[in-house]
Nanobody, 115 residues
Framework: QVQLVESGGGLVQPGGSLRLSCAAS????????MGWYRQAPGKQREMVAT???????NYTDSMKDRFTISSNSAKDTVYLQMNSLKPEDTAVYYC?????????WGQGTQGTVSS
């Protein structure tokens, strides 16, 4: 089992930045991979970025130039740095953990990009 707690969402103007955090209830080294997903109103949940236990990252192409996923094993926390935000980035952002094929989700944090 893994409990995930996201934080860092909020309201930001277009062109601004947000940094999301996801704190895991177990050491990151015991989790196969972590990831960030998002779901905009009326749309399906989509992958934003993932990071493996070995530190290998993967991004959805449309976001790779603006978003960065990273982890801090000392804090068992994964981050998503989002820059140059656009109104279409408005969504609920979810943290995900893949533990030997089982997937666990956080409660989500709202990110809103609006002037």
């Amino acid at each position: 089992q893994v409990q995930l707690v996201e934080s860092g969402g909020g309201l930001v103007q277009p062109g601004g930045s947000l940094r999301l955090s996801c704190a895991a209830s177990r050491i990151l080294g015991s989790i196969n991979s972590m990831g960030w997903y998002r779901q905009a109103p009326g749309k399906q949940r989509e992958m934003v970025a993932t990071i493996t236990r070995a530190g290998r990252t993967n991004y959805t192409d449309s976001m790779k130039d603006r978003f960065t996923i990273s982890s801090n094993s000392a804090k068992d926390t994964v981050y998503l740095q989002m820059n140059s935000l656009k109104p279409e980035d408005t969504a609920v952002y979810y943290c995900n953990a893949n533990l030997y094929g089982q997937r666990f989700w956080g409660q989500g944090t709202q990110g809103t990009v609006s002037s």
